[in-house]
């Protein structure tokens, strides 16, 4: 009866750690990244381009060199998506500008 009693109440507890927990974890998801600003943006693909030589280098240094390059060329890809996307809202911001400098 003891024994029984102790397995509801740390299971009700364990429930309860784990619903409470579970939204901070969550919280730290990682994929929704992009900032809306071209610095944002640049700061962004940077940040990617630095996990793409990471990985590679974790898992060459463990033999897996294919897997290596695949995840190195999906780290680039965003990487390059995201200086790709500051470039475009720069050179907007830039010529929207110049465009009123310019006009009387």
Do not use: C
Request: proline share 3%; hydrophobic share 35%.
């Amino acid at each position: 009866m003891k024994l029984k009693i102790t397995q509801i109440v740390l299971t009700a507890t364990a429930l309860v750690a784990f619903s409470v927990a579970s939204p901070y974890a969550m919280a730290q998801d990682d994929k929704v990244k992009a900032k809306p600003t071209v610095g944002g943006q640049m700061k962004e693909g940077g940040k990617e381009m630095g996990k793409a030589g990471k990985s590679l280098g974790g898992n060459v240094k463990k033999g897996r060199v294919a897997r290596g390059g695949k995840h190195f060329g999906k780290h680039v890809y965003h990487g390059g998506k995201h200086i790709g996307k500051g470039t475009a809202k720069a050179a907007k911001k830039t010529g929207s500008a110049v465009k009123k400098a310019v006009t009387p």
